[in-house]
């Protein structure tokens, strides 16, 4: 729409309709078969007083409820339908870090678009996604919903997803600006104490990617950063994202967070509230209820509003609301069961699965040198867990389960006997999520825990392969998931060891969105392959893996622990006093992970040699091309992630021992090598120096590491002169 059209309606509203606008409600349908209560917020609609709602997907709903914000409206303009649709709406995909640790932007991409176009189909304008806050401490929760520790990784991945969310019409709301990802104690919405330091080169990365990328809303955060509520932070929406990054779009709270800042002890009620959120930068308050900016009229002048209502207003105009604000209710139908996303989605799965070990070759497996798979654990056939968190409009008994997908890709070739072992392990606190009790998993009918695990383990020790599958149920896992231990919960370990025990060759799935403690199966597990939560299709992705369809290709996009007590613990550490002396840093544990970042194996057979830098030294502004061949010696094509990290020897900081730099997934035929190219310039040398404030470059000897992970060890210099 022409501003003009967006100037005539600011001049006629009143303050209250303009603070309306910038109020955004929840609304909960009532559930099929319940009366509707009443709420705030069909009050709030029949005055014109919702800009937004969100919660709502189901397109009947929406229409109906645009009529009314339409009809309320003294101006009839259209509210903005908001959403969580994280890993999809319908169409599944795996969870967030899932898809990070395919390493894979083109994918990634296309499931958001995917997700994307469901969504809009519907009526939803607007996703509550990607979160781009980095995570260095898996006690957290929300780990799960980001891209990992790497702000190389992360930024990619961010834009990536603003890409494919907003080529299907829905406008991307990056989230939780900033460093909210590193709560004390990993404990969700605990307060945050980070340096400049690391929040320009660590967590901010990603959430310029996704304003780069045109994302066009970004989120606030929960907690306190450095003692001032993020939410209320002039510095971070208004120096850092408007003046120093250029973002043009508009600003919504977290759920709640205007309001939040009288719990702080920051603001002193709620019209303070409102007025310093506004000053800050913020556009729109989510609120349950009785928003504090329903007191923006009386804590601040109309015209003050003006900036923020215009930013609101322009989404609307160009998502073209205000001349076609309904949605076609049997097309969306159509949209939801394309059998496409489906696909996608199973894509997805296979290129997000990591492959942790694989001794002696172990996978893939042959179907017909089996006779009987025994296929164990209560998370092989839990569809509800296969799907992950965030997941409302899912049709879960669409999802294909493991034990689903492994019956359906041998067939009657094989016998597949499941046993469940354990019982289900509820989290102690129920999650926020848990609702109407619709998300908490039941024991199978008949599930008998004194013979069940003993069950287990016969069925075990009768079968040629055992697959077993363990890990955390999916609420465990999310916003208000926290967890003070990385333990496979209840006895998964047990049953574990004693299906090891019986001599049957056994392959662990782990189901997760967090690393856990696997030491005893990284010794003791011949194959371990991470499925992560895989989503619609993950049962079939994962059969496709099994029996080498396609060779695992995802990378691990965080440091995994061998304790808790490590944590944090990352790839991008400096180098620091005495580095060599391990008894310096623990003298109980080794300083190493289990698994390092960028680690994950495949079927292919691949080598990296001939690493070469096109000049030996070039100025501050050059860039050099880097090139490393890169071999596959089996007898099938093989995906492989090549990634490139950067070590600079001085300058004016100390930098990190390695920090990932350039990445590429590519696809090797058999028995040929590729040549793999980055070009390495000032973009991947440049940091933000603590003392003089700025992004800087510094001439120096910078080391190249290539290969398959962080530990890669073929490696070459290049100088670069002042
Ligand atoms: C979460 C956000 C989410 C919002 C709306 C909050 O509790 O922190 O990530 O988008 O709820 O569901």
Redesign the pocket.
Known sequence: MADKRVDELLESMTAAEKAGQMTQYFYFSAPPGKDQQPKAVEKALERGGAGSL??VYDPAEINRLQRQAIEGSAHGIPALFAY?VIHGLRTILPVPIAMAASWDPEIIERGQAIAGREARAVGIHWT?AP?VDIARDPRWGRIIEGAGEDPVLGAAVAAAQVRGFQSAGIIAGP??FGGYGAALGGRDYDEVNLSDYELWNVYFPPFRAAVEAGAGNI?TA?MDLNGVPATASRWLFTEVLRDTWGFDGFVVT??NAVRSLVVHGFARDFPDAAARALAAGVDME?ASEDPANDHLPEAVDSAALDVSVRRILDAKARLGLFDEPYVDEARARRILDDPAHREVAREAARRSAVLLRNEGDLLPLDPAALGTIAVLGPLADSKRDTLGPWVFDADVDETVTVLDGIRRAVGDRVRVEYATGVPVVQRLVPSMFDGDGSNVQADPPGFDPDTEFDRAVAVAAAADIAVIVVGEWQNMVG?TASRSSLDLPGRQLDLLQAVVATGTPTVALIMNGRPLDLRWAAENVPAILDIWYPGTQGGDAVADLLFGAVSPAGRLPFTWPRTIGQIPMIHSHTRSHDPDNQSRRYWNEESTPLFPFGHGLGYGRISYHDLTVDQPSVALDGTVTVTVQVTNDADRETPEVVQLYLHQRHGGASRPMRELKAFRRVVIPPKTTLPVRFPIGPAERRYWHPISRAQVLDPSTFDLYVGGSSTATLTTTFEVTA
């Open positions: 969100l919660y969580d509550f979160m989230k939780h989120m929960y977290d759920a989510m916003e």
